[in-house]
């Protein structure tokens, strides 16, 4: 059976490599055997290559942070799937031939899904999901303000809240990316740069908005910040300037604006088996019906895995690269 391994940490494309491990057997008594269909390469994937995420594996170490597929066997006391179910997969080890997976880490979706669509729903949907819910109580005809507006969380979170009655000003760093957020329904759309708040401020009548959210840290935390009324609330998710959150001393102390931080993992692990499926019980007909759809730019087998990880590594894509376990 196919499997990805991470065999170093390091380069990205250079660190991984599709190996062939032993077949996984029959399902143990709890347990439920998934053909996976596709799973993304998201930027926590390539910040876990190369060392830079919350902590290291010891290698070589299975990858594949998001994945769905379909059930082929189940143990014994399995009761709530069966084999033909489509399921998202909590394990984060999903880019394999197979997984085994405890039937509470195998979450049931509408027979009607796209595989590859539902292989993007456990990270990015939740994540805009939670973020535009828990953190300000916005009420409809709000304003949200976001940074990488046009990444997976961000096309989700400019639906999200368009379906909330929200109004998203939506930050991007080149103008095809600010486009598409047109396209997509997002009010306003605008480049980063230092004079955003004053930009901001005349796109959207002088808005008072109380919330927020980025994945660039470092400068863009100010210039987000810059944005928000007296009180409001920058929640981080991501880290992809490399550099830490900054906001000035008149933002926090003056202006009583605060910084918090959100990662989904954690949030999860909080929720239990019950809530995690209340949550993707709600977010997956989101998926079925295109409510919630991320674009896909390429799609590779699995043992094209070095060119598939460079291919996600590119800047400026046009959506997500996805693995394909089984072609
Ligand atoms: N905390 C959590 O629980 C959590 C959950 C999900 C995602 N995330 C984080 O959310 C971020 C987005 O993830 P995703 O899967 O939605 O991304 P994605 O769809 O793969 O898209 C990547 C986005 O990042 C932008 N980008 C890359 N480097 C940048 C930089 N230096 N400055 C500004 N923008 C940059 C890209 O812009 P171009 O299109 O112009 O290249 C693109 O918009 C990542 O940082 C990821 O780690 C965190």
């Known amino acids: 059976m196919k499997q990805v391994h991470l065999t170093q940490i390091g380069d990205p494309p250079a660190s991984v490599d599709c190996v062939e491990v032993p077949a996984l057997g029959e399902p143990g008594p709890t347990q439920v055997l998934i053909d996976v269909a ?18 290291i594996p ?8 998001e994945g769905a597929g379909t059930v082929r066997a189940v143990g014994a006391s399995v009761s709530s799937l069966a084999p033909g179910d489509k399921v998202m997969i909590l394990l984060r080890a999903n880019w394999s031939a197979q997984v085994l997976a405890d039937e509470s880490e195998a979450i049931k979706l509408p027979p009607g899904i796209d595989l590859q669509q539902a292989s993007m729903l456990k990270v990015n949907p939740a994540t805009a999901h939670l973020m535009l819910r828990d953190y300000v109580d916005l009420k409809p005809g709000e304003w949200v303000i976001q940074n990488t507006a046009n990444s997976g969380v961000g096309t989700s979170l400019i639906k999200l809240a368009k379906a909330r009655g929200l109004k998203t000003v939506n930050i991007v760093r080149r103008e095809s990316a600010a486009d598409y957020c047109r396209e997509l329904g ?14 901001v401020a005349e796109a959207t009548g002088g808005a008072d908005i109380r919330l927020g959210i980025d994945a660039v840290a470092g400068e863009a935390v100010i210039r987000l910040a810059s944005c928000l009324a007296d009180g409001g609330m920058v929640v981080n998710y991501g880290m992809l ?7 000035t001393t008149d ?20 929720l239990g088996t019950e809530g995690t499926r209340a949550l993707y019980a709600e977010l997956a007909p989101m998926v079925e019906s295109g409510a919630i759809s991320v674009p896909v730019e390429a799609a590779y087998p699995i043992d094209q895995i070095k060119d598939a990880v460079a291919h996600a590594c590119r800047e400026g894509r046009g959506g997500k690269v996805l693995v394909l376990p089984n072609g």
């Not at 010891?58 to 942070?65: E, M, N, V």
């Not at 997002?186 to 930009?199: F, I």
């Not at 300037?241 to 906001?247: A, D, I, L, R, Y």
């Open 241 to 247: 300037s490399g550099k830490p959150c900054m906001m």
């Open 186 to 199: 997002g009010d306003v759309a605008l480049t980063d740069g230092e004079d955003l708040a004053e930009r």
């Open 58 to 65: 010891d290698l070589p170490a299975p990858l594949g942070i």
């Open 38 to 55: 596709a799973g993304p390469i998201n930027p926590a994937e390539i910040l876990l290559i190369k060392g830079e995420y919350a902590s």
């Open 251 to 270: 933002q926090t102390v003056f202006q009583s604006k605060q910084l918090r931080g959100f990662w989904l993992a954690k949030f999860l692990r909080g």
